[in-house]
C-alpha cells in the first residue's frame, strides 16, 4: 500500500542483455561484483510493470516487450511474453485495465500495448484502456536515428495513435488524481517518469483521516517513481553508471541529480524496470556519499 494507492509489480519476464551495453563506461571488473555474466557476456534483465489500484482505476504503467517481436528479435531477446499470464494468476483480465501509461516507446517497454488478432490484425491488448505516451518520443519514434530504429516497432503505438486510443502527453501532465508524468531527458530526449502519489487526499476522495491512520504514518507524504530507464535497475543507482543505450548521457546525470534531489530526502519509493530481482527499493546516500539500495522489509 502507498497511502490509498496498492502497487504490485507484474512482470513480463527476463531476458538476456549484453552486459557491456548495459553498463555502458563502467568496467566489467566494476559491474561484475554487482551482476553476474554468463560465458557470452550476457546479463538478466527483467520486465517490470507497475499496476495501481487507485480505488477508482486500475493504471498499468509499462507493458513489457509483448509477442509481436520479429523472429530476428527473438534470436537476441527471446521473447519472454509473460505479462498477461501473470496478471491473470491475480485475477487481473486485459478489460480491468482503464489506463495504460508508456514512459517511452522503446519496444521492450510498450510491447503488450498491442495484440494481432486472428486475423493478422493489430488491435488494443487492453480494450477499455485510455492509453498515454510523450509526445516527444511519438513525434521521434516516427523518424529514429540509425543507431536506435530498431527499438522501434510501430505497430505498438501508432494504430492507438491514429484511433484516438492513445493520448500524447507533453510532460508534467496529472492523468488522474495522484497520478502524473515528469520528463526525464537523458535515455531518450522525451522519456516520462511516473509519479504516484498516493498520499490520503489525493487519489481516493477519502474522508478525514483516521486516529489509527495518522498513528501509523499515514499521513506521511506517500510517492512512488517508475523511474524508467534513467534508473534501470538497482546496479544502476550511482550518478555514472549509465546504460550504452542512452543517447544522451551527460543528460542522464543531470536528470538523475534532479531526481535524488527530490526522492531522498522525501523517501520516495523508487520503482526499477529492468531490474531482475529488485523491482523497488528505497534508493539512500550513506555518509561516504555511496547510493545504496534498501529493499522493502517484509510485514
Ligand atoms: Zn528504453
Same mark, same amino acid.
Given at each position: 500500500? !502507498? ?63 509483448? *509477442? ?33 501509461? *508508456? ?23 487492453? /480494450?477499455? =484502456?485510455?492509453?498515454?505516451? &510523450? ?5 521521434? =519514434? ?6 536506435? %530504429? ?5 505497430? *505498438?503505438?501508432? /494504430? ?8 500524447? !502527453? ?18 531518450? %530526449? ?16 477519502? =474522508? ?11 499521513? %506521511? &507524504? ?27 548521457? !551527460? ?12 526522492? !531522498? ?35
Amino acid at each position: 500500500m !502507498l497511502g490509498d494507492f496498492e502497487l504490485t509489480i507484474f512482470s513480463d519476464g527476463t531476458y538476456p542483455l549484453d552486459g557491456g551495453a548495459f553498463f555502458g563506461v563502467v568496467p566489467k571488473v566494476m559491474w561484475s561484483k554487482k551482476v553476474t555474466a554468463d560465458d557470452r557476456n550476457y546479463v538478466t534483465a527483467g520486465l517490470n510493470s507497475l499496476l495501481i489500484r487507485t480505488g477508482k482505476q486500475t493504471v498499468l504503467v509499462e507493458t513489457g516487450m509483448g *509477442n509481436k517481436l520479429s523472429e530476428r528479435m527473438v534470436k537476441f531477446y527471446r521473447q519472454p511474453a509473460q505479462l498477461l499470464s501473470n496478471l491473470a494468476a491475480d485475477g487481473v483480465s486485459p478489460e480491468h485495465i482503464d489506463i495504460v501509461i *508508456n514512459t517511452h516507446l522503446h519496444f521492450d517497454h510498450c510491447g503488450w500495448n498491442t495484440v494481432r488478432d486472428k486475423n493478422g490484425k493489430i488491435v488494443p491488448t487492453f /480494450p477499455r =484502456a485510455k492509453y498515454y505516451a &510523450p509526445e516527444g518520443e511519438w513525434q521521434y =519514434a516516427r523518424r529514429p536515428s540509425e543507431r536506435d %530504429a530498431i527499438s522501434y516497432i510501430p505497430d *505498438n503505438y501508432d /494504430p492507438l495513435v491514429q484511433s484516438g486510443q492513445m493520448t500524447l !502527453l507533453k510532460g508534467g501532465e496529472e492523468i488522474v488524481p495522484g497520478i502524473s508524468v515528469k520528463t526525464f531527458p537523458g535515455h531518450t %530526449a522525451h522519456m516520462q517518469a511516473v509519479l504516484v502519489d498516493g498520499s490520503p487526499g489525493k487519489g481516493r476522495a477519502s =474522508a478525514v483521516p483516521s486516529a489509527a491512520q495518522k498513528e501509523n504514518g499515514a499521513l %506521511a &507524504p506517500a510517492i512512488a517513481c517508475y523511474i524508467s530507464d534513467l534508473i534501470p535497475t538497482t546496479a544502476h543507482i550511482d550518478i555514472a553508471w549509465g546504460m550504452a543505450f542512452d543517447l544522451y548521457p !551527460l543528460q542522464t546525470i543531470e536528470s538523475k541529480k534532479q531526481y535524488y534531489a527530490k526522492a !531522498l530526502p522525501e523517501k520516495w519509493l523508487t520503482v526499477f524496470t529492468h531490474d531482475p530481482k529488485t523491482p523497488w527499493a528505497y534508493v539512500e546516500r550513506d555518509e561516504a556519499g555511496k547510493m545504496l539500495a534498501r529493499g522493502l522489509s517484509s510485514g
